[in-house]
């Protein structure tokens, strides 16, 4: 699950995070009255506005504005709110933003210039342990700072047994050439940061930039979250914050059936019970010439009613030239997977694509008969590399 900025940055505050504040509004007028707001809490005179979406580069796709006045405030919220704001990390199409963070400037003038780094929490999964990646070179895609200068990117592993220990804090300060008040305010920062990400079951935290401020003060400009989905149900208050209108909606309609349910790109549609077999059957698929169009498990009940709405949200997407159905029955029969077919086909109605079928298990000779006899364009295999040569022929 995914989290706007603001609500990011709410969690890093209530972790004594400094963060840049600001509040937001769903249409120009609100963030006017946020704008006034936000000078009588902090007194700045400029404002930013920042279109709120599941994406990063938003500054590169006109949705990060820097705003002078009151009247800038409405005008740039009137352009950036209804948008559709497109970025190197969504789609062609771009996402809809139906919101802004009217947000507080903090670069302003002071006895020392400002610098920007780069710091993100995250799982190593080679070593099996939580580190924190950092940069000198804040407000960039660390993607390009990673090829480019890679020797400017550093990394610090937490053992798990211990946490993040003081002088791990200390060494991030070092290497980002910090001394005095700031190095002290960044030790502070990178444990508190820590503490949040641990706090609330994050995948990851991303700030992008963190600012070293004029007058030598350390803070989160941005926030990037994203939280393990397992352990939401500790964290009810923020399950509450999921913004479903940043979701693919045939994720969410399968979420809301307990389907696992992740789109993709290819051509055919995958219906399977087991994530580990639904691997599988996505790399066959891609052996044989062809392309998953998505990833469905539909779990170890697959009735009737369960591969009927399995099969109508595989047909949501257009692209979908054919589905395979590979099913292994040992919690389930083969022979009421197969009758669940028969009945979801009819209940449809004509399917226009055509239908692989692999039913291995228990019962798999009735299930395989019940296919071949049932009349309707539905392809039966016994061997996986059998269902995948009639995908290579079919689409």
């Known amino acids: 699950m995914n989290l706007h900025e603001y609500q990011g940055k709410n969690i890093l505050a209530e972790y004594g995070v400094r963060i840049q504040r600001g509040i937001v509004a ?11 707001e936000l000078s ?22 006109g949705g990060v504005k820097l705003a002078k006045s009151l009247e800038d405030v409405q005008n740039l919220s009137e352009q950036i709110i209804g948008m559709n704001l497109v970025t190197p990390q969504t789609s062609k199409e771009g996402k809809k933003v139906h919101q802004v963070l009217i947000a507080e400037d903090v670069y302003y003038p002071g006895p020392s210039e400002t610098s920007e780094f780069y ?12 580190m924190i990646m950092y940069s000198t070179e804040g407000g960039m895609d660390i993607e390009e700072v990673a090829e480019k200068t890679p020797h400017l990117i550093f990394t610090e592993e937490i053992d798990p047994k211990t946490g993040l220990l003081p002088f791990q804090a200390r060494k991030v300060a070092f290497n980002l050439g910090l001394s005095g008040a700031a190095f002290k305010d960044m030790v502070k920062f990178v444990s508190s940061l820590y503490n949040a ?8 935290f991303e700030i992008n930039p963190v600012l070293k401020t004029s007058d030598d003060k350390i803070m989160a400009v941005d926030a990037k979250v994203a939280l393990d989905g397992n352990g939401l149900y500790r964290h009810p208050k923020i399950a509450e914050m999921r913004d479903k209108r940043e979701e693919d909606p045939t994720e969410v309609e399968a979420g809301e059936v307990g389907l696992n349910f992740v789109k993709l790109d290819g051509n055919v549609g995958c219906m399977v019970n087991g994530a580990g077999l639904a691997m599988a059957t996505m790399d066959i698929i891609k052996m044989a010439g062809g392309n998953p169009a998505n990833f469905l498990d539909v779990g170890g009940t697959a009735d009737a009613k369960r591969v009927e709405t399995a099969f ?16 292994f029955g040992g919690i389930v029969r083969c022979d009421r997977v197969a009758q669940g077919i028969v009945d979801a086909y009819n209940n449809i109605g004509e399917i226009p694509v055509p239908i692989i079928v692999r039913l291995q298990g228990t ?17 039966s295999a016994v061997a996986l590399q059998e269902a995948a040569d009639l995908v290579q022929k079919l689409v």
Do not use: C, F
């Open 26 to 36: 769903t249409n120009p007028d609100k963030a006017v009255e946020a704008a006034k």
């Open 363 to 379: 019962n798999a000779e009735e299930a395989k008969e019940l296919i071949d006899n049932s009349g309707l364009k539905v392809y």
């Open 197 to 204: 990400y641990m706090g609330i079951d994050a995948s990851m």
């Open 312 to 327: 109508r949200i595989i047909l949501k997407d257009k692209n979908v030239k054919a589905i395979l159905v590979n099913i």
């Open 119 to 130: 710091m993100s929490v995250l799982l190593n999964r080679q070593t099996g342990r939580n």
């Open 40 to 61: 009588h809490q902090t007194g700045t005179s400029w404002w930013v506005v920042k279109a709120q979406v599941h994406a990063g580069g938003r500054g590169k796709g």
